[in-house]
């Protein structure tokens, strides 16, 4: 993975998730909704100060060490819930958006780790992985 395919998990209009960067032995992009770190990346621009000195970081990092209840594939078929109106999929028994499930589906062998409602699910593929933030309704 390269730095260029990293920037769509950023958010350019917050500068604290602007662009991927380097910290120890990862490099990591994010949105606020979704986190992904790959083994370093040499052209990547070392430290996030805005975002590693808040007080959640670590407890964020930490969702890396938490074996998640499940693994499973991300679907194939994104159709909405029936009964909701918003972009939601139901993966077991959470639900997340579509556009992120997508996202996923593009990382090669990707599986999604499942755990409780309102709790990050970790998310695996060759050459790095992540956390996901489930819908809350």
């Known amino acids: 993975m390269t730095v260029a395919e990293l920037v769509q998990f950023c958010h350019p209009e ?30 990547a621009p070392e430290g996030n ?3 590693e ?14 074996e998640p209840r499940c693994w499973v594939g991300i679907p194939e078929e994104t159709r909405p819930n029936a009964d909701d109106l918003d972009d939601s999929v139901d993966v077991g028994d959470l639900k997340f ?10 990382l090669p062998s990707c599986q999604i780790g ?6 990050p699910a970790r998310f695996r593929f060759d050459g790095g992985e992540g956390l996901l933030m489930p819908r809350r309704w």
Do not use: E, M
């Open 14 to 43: 917050r500068k604290s998730c602007a662009r991927p960067w380097s910290s120890g032995p990862f490099t990591y992009a994010t949105n606020g909704h979704i986190l992904i770190r790959v083994p370093r990346l040499a052209d």
């Open 53 to 66: 000195s808040r007080p959640g970081w670590t407890t964020c990092l930490a969702w890396f060490d938490v």
């Open 49 to 51: 100060q805005p975002l």
């Open 97 to 106: 958006s579509r556009r992120y499930l997508r996202w996923l589906r593009a």
């Open 114 to 119: 499942l755990n409780d409602a309102g709790d």
